[in-house]
């Protein structure tokens, strides 16, 4: 089986410094990959790069066979790759159903006359993404919020709505970035069921997550990044019996089970 995400001899330098290093990385389609490491190990540079807000110095990146490096973010959006970032990035005037749907403007914009004079093939459009996006919000849990201003919402509440409007793009792959941060138990324990029942609909997922926890629990493959390069790669039982993990990333052996 071919990667979904294909990664290969990607470097991105900043000035005089090498934020990724030659990494090659391949997600598999169905998979959960996380990404994880230290502040400043290179993990988001790498989202970006996957996501056409940076372009790299070197090497290439290949979704579902196409090379995407260097292009914009919007095409790469429209060949099914969305994401979440970790600062949730809400428009908080807007209701929940409003945000959900943004996420759908380049799947349904009918131009600039469409937009401006609410053509009637528009008002249909319109519909019929409202309808999808209510759909979107019940098994998320958030049906019954649709109509609230996303600034009445709690933070776990508000992350859920950011990975609804990813949905509405209807990725095959989502990047999550710390989906789990500033989470309690209780809502990190829905995380884990909604990013699961995801998988199970057939979306694919690279994740960014400090909640190593989490991690362990969730994820089929997990890739190590130190100073940008990538010191080890394996299934979560292996990395939590790599002493150069465990050391430099983990902390003092012990069980994530």
Known sequence: ???????????????????????????????????????????????????????????????????????????????????????????KALTVLENVQIGMYSRINDGVIGTIFHTPRFRKMNRQAQEECLDLLRPVGLQDKAYFKASNLSYGQQKVVEIARALAQKPKMLLLDEPAAGLNATETAELIKLVRSLVGQGITILLIEHNMRFVMNLSDRITVLNFGKKVAEGTPAEIQVDEGVIEAYLGKRRAYA
Do not use: C
Not at 14 to 43: C, E, Q, T, W, Y
Not at 45 to 58: A, C, M, R
């Open 1 to 91: 089986m071919d990667a979904l995400l294909a990664i290969e001899g990607l470097s991105v330098v900043f000035g005089g410094l090498r934020a990724v290093d030659k990494l090659d990385l391949a997600v598999m389609p169905g998979s959960i990959h996380a990404l994880i490491g230290p502040n400043g190990a290179g993990k988001t540079t790498v989202l970006n790069v996957i996501s056409g807000f940076y372009k790299p110095t070197e090497g290439t990146v290949r979704f579902d066979g196409v090379p995407i490096h260097g292009k914009v973010s919007s095409w790469i959006s429209r060949l099914g790759l969305g994401r979440t970032f970790q600062n949730v990035r809400l428009f």
